[in-house]
C-alpha cells in the first residue's frame, strides 16, 4: 500500500519533470520571439502608372532603408530585371523586405543595376542613369515606426515622367517615384510581475493564436498581428496560475500595452 509519504514524492517528481518540459520548450522558442521586441518589419512593394511604352524594364539591385540616427539597413531583396508595366492599374509586386531598429525611417534608397531598357513599338533601348544616381536613387521619408509594426511602403513609379528621350534620340531613366507609406498591422506588449518568471504568452483572436514568452525582465512582445480583438492569456510555471485577458483591440499601426501583469 502506497504512502502518504511516496505519493508526495511521486506528485514532486511529477511537477518537476512537467516544469522541465516547460522550460524546455520556451527556451526553444526564445530565438524566434526576441528579435521583435525593439524592432519593426518593412515590406516594400512597387506598382506602376500607366505609360506609352510596351515595355520599361528596371534593373533592381538592391533596397536599402535608413533611420534618423543613421542606421542603415539592407532589406533581403528580390533583385532583377522589373517590367514596370506588369503592376499598372492597381497591380505591384513584393520587392523588398527587412527588420530595422524601431524610429523614424528617414530615406530608402533604390540600387540599379546597368540593364534597364525601354522598349518603344518593337525596338528596345538602353535606358542610361544620369551620374547623380549612379550610387542609388534616394527617396526622402517620414515614417514613424514602433516596436512590432509591420510598415508597408509602396513605390509608384511613374513610367511616361520618368523615361526622357534626349537631342541624340537615347533614353534616360530619371525615376519619379511616389511613395505611399503604411502600418500593416499591430502587436500586443506587456511585462508580467514577478521578474524572473518565464511564462508563455498566447493571444487568439477567431481562433487562431499567436505565442511568445517573456524575456529575463519579464517583457513581451507578439508583432504582426491583424486588427481584432484579442484574449491574452499568460501561463507562468507551477506554482503559479495562468491570467487571462480578454477583449483587448488591436488597431493598425498601434502597440496594445496592457501594461504589468502581476501572476
Given at each position: 500500500m502506497e504512502t502518504t509519504k511516496t505519493k508526495n514524492n511521486r506528485t514532486f517528481i511529477t511537477k518537476i519533470i512537467i516544469f522541465s518540459a516547460f522550460v524546455s520548450s520556451l527556451v526553444l522558442l526564445m530565438p524566434s520571439c526576441n528579435k521583435d521586441k525593439n524592432s519593426s518589419h518593412i515590406s516594400v512593394k512597387m506598382t506602376d502608372s500607366p505609360g506609352d511604352y510596351t515595355a520599361v524594364m528596371i534593373d533592381l539591385q538592391g533596397v536599402e532603408v535608413t533611420g534618423t540616427a543613421g542606421n542603415t539597413v539592407i532589406l533581403s531583396t528580390k533583385a532583377g530585371m522589373y517590367n514596370l508595366l506588369d503592376f499598372a492599374n492597381g497591380a505591384d509586386t513584393l520587392i523588398a523586405t527587412g527588420d530595422m531598429v524601431a524610429g523614424t525611417m528617414s530615406q530608402m534608397r533604390l540600387i540599379l543595376g546597368p540593364n534597364s531598357t525601354v522598349t518603344v513599338g518593337s525596338v528596345s533601348y538602353p535606358l542610361s542613369t544620369p551620374s547623380a544616381m549612379q550610387s542609388g536613387l534616394k527617396l526622402q521619408m517620414h515614417q514613424m515606426m514602433e516596436p512590432g509594426v509591420t510598415y508597408g511602403v509602396l513605390l509608384d513609379f511613374d513610367a511616361n515622367q520618368s523615361i526622357?528621350?534626349?537631342?541624340?534620340?537615347?533614353?534616360?531613366?530619371?525615376?519619379?517615384?511616389?511613395?505611399?507609406?503604411?502600418?500593416?498591422?499591430?502587436?500586443?506588449?506587456?511585462?508580467?510581475?514577478?521578474?524572473?518568471?518565464?511564462?508563455?504568452?498566447?493571444?487568439?483572436?477567431?481562433?487562431?493564436?499567436?505565442?511568445?514568452?517573456?524575456?529575463?525582465?519579464?517583457?513581451?512582445?507578439?508583432?504582426?498581428?491583424?486588427?481584432?480583438?484579442?484574449?491574452?492569456?499568460?501561463?507562468?510555471?507551477?506554482?503559479?496560475?495562468?491570467?487571462?485577458?480578454?477583449?483587448?483591440?488591436?488597431?493598425?499601426?498601434?502597440?496594445?500595452?496592457?501594461?504589468?501583469?502581476?501572476?
Open positions: 526622357v528621350v534626349q537631342g541624340n534620340g537615347s533614353y534616360q531613366l530619371k525615376p519619379v517615384i511616389r511613395t505611399i507609406e503604411m502600418a500593416m498591422n499591430g502587436s500586443i506588449n506587456g511585462s508580467i510581475t514577478p521578474v524572473g518568471v518565464i511564462a508563455a504568452i498566447s493571444v487568439t483572436s477567431n481562433g487562431i493564436s499567436y505565442t511568445s514568452v517573456t524575456n529575463k525582465e519579464g517583457k513581451f512582445l507578439i508583432a504582426g498581428l491583424p486588427v481584432g480583438t484579442y484574449d491574452i492569456t499568460v501561463t507562468p510555471p507551477l506554482p503559479l496560475l495562468p491570467v487571462t485577458i480578454t477583449g483587448k483591440s488591436v488597431m493598425m499601426g498601434v502597440s496594445t500595452s496592457l501594461g504589468v501583469i502581476a501572476l
